[in-house]
Each structure stands twice: as C-alpha cells, then as structure tokens.
C-alpha cells in the first residue's frame, strides 16, 4: 500500500464499475438480441419497412451551433460517425421515416438521449447512403423500432469527411420541432 490506500480503493471501485456497466450493456443487447429472435419472422422482417428505398431517412441535431452553419445549413459533421462500443464498427445513428409521423419524430427526439433534446433533424432520400458509397441497415432498440444506422465509413478521415459532404448535399429537408424558433 502506498501514501493514499484511498486512492487505490477508488481506483478498484471504478474498474468495478466499468466492468459492470460493460456486462450489463452486453446482457441488456444479448436479452434484445433474444427477444427478436422469438419473433416471427413477419414481425422482426418488418423494422426494415422503415429504411425502405424509396424513403427517406432522417438525423437528430442535439447542437444545433455544432451542426449547421449560420441560416441553417447543415455542416458535414451532422453525419460523423461513432465507434460502437462493441463492435467497433463505425455508425451513424438514423431514424428510419417510412409510415412515422412527425409526432412520432419527434417523442423520439425528446425521449431518445437522456441528457438531451432534438433541436432538429435533417431529412435526406436512404439512397443516398448506397450513392455516396454507404449502406443504411436496420438497427432497432427497445421503444425505437424506426433507427438504424449508416455503416460502411472508411477508417481515413478524408474519406469519411468526404461521405460525410455528400450526404449534406443529399439534404432535402431541415425539420424543427413544434414551439421552436429558426435555426441560428
């Protein structure tokens, strides 16, 4: 033991603590995982209607001054994926809008983070992930059969920025939420 025991205790309990969290988020995706399964294949065959070609697809702006450009435009950044935790595959978190209500959008939007609340959402064709290179996939959670995720990024940062213009230029909608003022 060294001059702080304390520490080294604090230390332990949050190795403890991310272990935990780490198995509970595995056994929480396993139990999902399973869920689906038991469904009959029209059920678990029917999150994709979401995501049909044809349809359009929309993303979540949680910070609006990260993401648009002043009038409203919306930077390339607004598609940057993120490394998911247990695959390591890099995603793009989406709302699948085949047969959803505004309404529905935008309860998602509200309720989807924890620590936040939509501020907008831009809307683009799902082809437009399979023109720029990219491929949109089904991807539901519990309360949110409508997400997916935008998968096929290259691990080059060019690449992925350039992917990442391309579905700004695919942009055909802006969407704010009910009570909300314009985009800064």
């Not at 437009?128 to 539901?140: H, K, N």
């Amino acid at each position: 033991m060294g001059a702080f025991p304390s520490l080294q205790g604090s230390r332990l309990l949050i190795k403890i603590a991310v272990r935990k969290n780490l198995i509970t988020r595995f056994l929480n995706k396993l139990s999902s995982w399973f869920r689906e399964s038991l469904k009959p294949d029209s059920e678990r065959l029917s999150n994709d209607a979401f995501f049909l070609q044809g349809g359009d697809l929309a993303r979540f702006s949680f910070n609006q001054k990260r993401d648009f450009f002043s009038g409203g435009v919306p930077k390339p950044k607004i598609f940057s994926p993120e490394r998911h935790p247990t695959t390591g595959v890099l995603e793009t978190s989406v709302c699948g809008l085949v047969g959803v209500s505004d309404d529905r959008l935008w309860f998602l939007g509200r309720t989807i983070r924890q620590d936040k609340q939509a501020e907008a959402a831009v809307q683009l064709p799902t082809s437009a992930t399979t023109t720029v290179g990219l491929r949109c996939e089904s991807d539901p959670q519990d309360g949110f059969p409508e997400h997916g995720v935008i998968v096929g990024w290259s691990e080059e940062k060019d690449q992925r920025l350039s992917k990442m213009q391309d579905l700004v230029a695919n942009v055909s909608l802006v969407k704010k939420p009910p009570n909300v003022g314009t985009i800064q």
